[in-house]
């Protein structure tokens, strides 16, 4: 079923691009699809999901980019990224209190279950390896990418955000401080 969700999604990419080729499944040939293709396919994607919903840029922001950051720094050359650090022991904190609802839709499981009993062991163990690899990426793409502390952002927003915005080219504007949502 996921293969075919896949295939269902790459053949979209064929019709939207004169230059895209989709071979079909079980042909006996390892499927291979260009990158620059896959890049523009995504952007293509994105970007008409953004302008549904009245919005001028996309970011994804989901806790599983990082395990791909590397492959959508290669298929989308022009994408920026917004490194973002939280303590250790916040990290922690707010495990524990989400961890009532279970630990899977925040990558905790795997961690949690190599340390039976010992939650914060689990939660910190996480925390060193997410936070080595941003690390590690953030050092492989220096140019690409904007370092911003949690605490920061709570501390001193209006510098850290300015920051950011410099960074991707965005003007400043004072309303995004604004508490109505917007």
Not at 86 to 96: F, N, Q, T
Not at 114 to 121: A, I, M, Q, R
């Amino acid at each position: 079923e996921r293969n075919r969700e896949r295939y269902a999604f790459l053949r979209w990419g064929q019709t939207a691009f004169d230059d895209f080729a989709v071979v079909p499944p079980n042909t006996g040939i390892c499927h291979q699809v260009n990158l620059e293709y896959l890049g523009r396919v995504v952007e293509s994607a994105m970007s008409w999901y953004a302008a549904s919903q009245g919005k001028a840029r996309w970011c994804d922001k989901s806790l599983s980019t990082l395990d791909h950051a590397e492959l959508i720094a290669e298929v989308l050359p022009e994408a920026r990224f917004v490194c973002l650090y939280r303590h250790c022991m916040d990290v922690v904190a707010s495990g524990i209190e989400i961890c009532k609802w279970g630990y899977d839709g925040y990558g905790f499981e795997p961690y949690v279950r190599s340390s039976p009993g010992n939650l914060v062991y689990a939660l910190v163990r996480y925390w060193t390896e997410r936070t080595w690899k941003i690390l590690s990426f953030q050092q492989r793409h220096q140019d690409r990418c904007v370092e911003v502390r949690y605490e920061g952002l709570l501390v001193q927003p209006e510098q850290t955000l300015r920051r950011v915005f410099d960074f991707l080219g965005l003007e400043w504007t004072p309303e995004v401080l604004d508490d109505d949502g917007a």
